[in-house]
């Protein structure tokens, strides 16, 4: 088995492997297997050109250089030039390189247009049906639609400073529930970003006369709001908390 040989083989199905991940992420379609074998394949590919460089050095010398006068060839001079013009358009993040980057992404995804600053009517609206959501859905047990409400790594930090993560663990299919009715008011709301909504107010249960205090945090998947974040805390905790710090 001839080394020559097998190192240019071994180049061709590396790049052709290359070639269908590499479309297939400009193409907005990789997902992360996609992008796992796309990395390890270029690894394979640098280690496999390096080899082809060894065993076709000679070969390439001659590409490069005019034997007859010693200088550069000009079959080099304009690939160099054109990887240059790539490299700093890429790293400057020129409008052509920039558009040329997101062409394939947008012909499969469509060229949306950015959503702008959300209004803070909106805000508000957003806020108060997602708790109305929330609290329908855990006052009457209902563990189908506080999946559709709650993220499935939606994160739970409560009173006693025990956090639980993961939808399944918060709403406890796996053991018997009491329904408690909750009642809820939105202190205020506020956007982080487009997409993030933080929401503070306090909420009173049957179980428990005190006020609680808490903190949700909406995030928006798609055009669906959903509470991916929990922070509950009592009156006391936070007065007790204002006075260290005052002190």
Same mark, same amino acid.
Request: net charge positive; glycine share 6%.
């Given at each position: ?12 199905? *590396? ?31 640098? #280690? ?5 460089? %060894? ?8 590409? #490069?250089?005019?034997? +007859? ?8 001079? *304009?690939?160099?030039? *054109? ?12 409008? %052509? ?13 469509? &060229?949306?247009?950015? +959503? ?7 805000? &508000? ?17 209902? #563990? ?11 994160? *739970? ?30 202190? +205020? ?27 949700? %945090? ?5 055009? +669906? ?20 710090? %005052?002190?």
């Amino acid at each position: 088995m001839k080394s020559k040989n097998l190192v240019s083989l071994s180049v061709a199905v *590396v790049f052709f492997v290359l070639a269908a991940t590499g479309l297939l992420i400009y193409f907005g379609q990789g997902s992360h297997a996609v992008e796992h074998t796309h990395a390890w394949f270029g690894i394979l590919f640098v #280690t496999a050109a390096l080899f082809h460089i %060894v065993n076709n050095w000679a070969s390439i010398t001659g590409y #490069t250089k005019d034997r +007859r006068t010693g200088g550069i060839r000009r079959e080099f001079i *304009v690939p160099a030039i *054109v990887a240059v013009i790539f490299a700093v358009g890429i790293s400057a993040d020129l409008p %052509v390189f920039s558009q040329l980057a997101n062409a394939g992404k947008n012909l499969f995804r469509g &060229d949306k247009p950015r +959503r702008g600053p959300l209004a803070q009517t909106a805000i &508000d609206s957003i806020a108060r049906n997602t708790e109305a959501a929330f609290t329908k859905a855990y006052s009457t047990g209902d #563990t189908a639609a506080l999946s559709t409400i709650l993220t499935q790594n939606t994160t *739970v930090r409560n009173e006693a400073d025990d956090i639980t993560n993961g939808l399944t663990n918060l709403l406890g299919l796996d053991q018997p529930k009491t329904v408690d009715a909750l009642q809820t008011t939105i202190d +205020r709301a506020q956007s982080i970003d487009d997409n993030i909504i933080v929401v503070y107010g306090t909420l009173t249960n049957t179980t428990k006369p005190e006020k609680t205090i808490y903190t949700h %945090v909406l995030k928006r998947d798609d055009n +669906r709001w959903q509470i991916a974040a929990i922070q509950t805390t009592s009156p006391s905790a936070v007065k007790a908390q204002k006075v260290t710090l %005052v002190n």
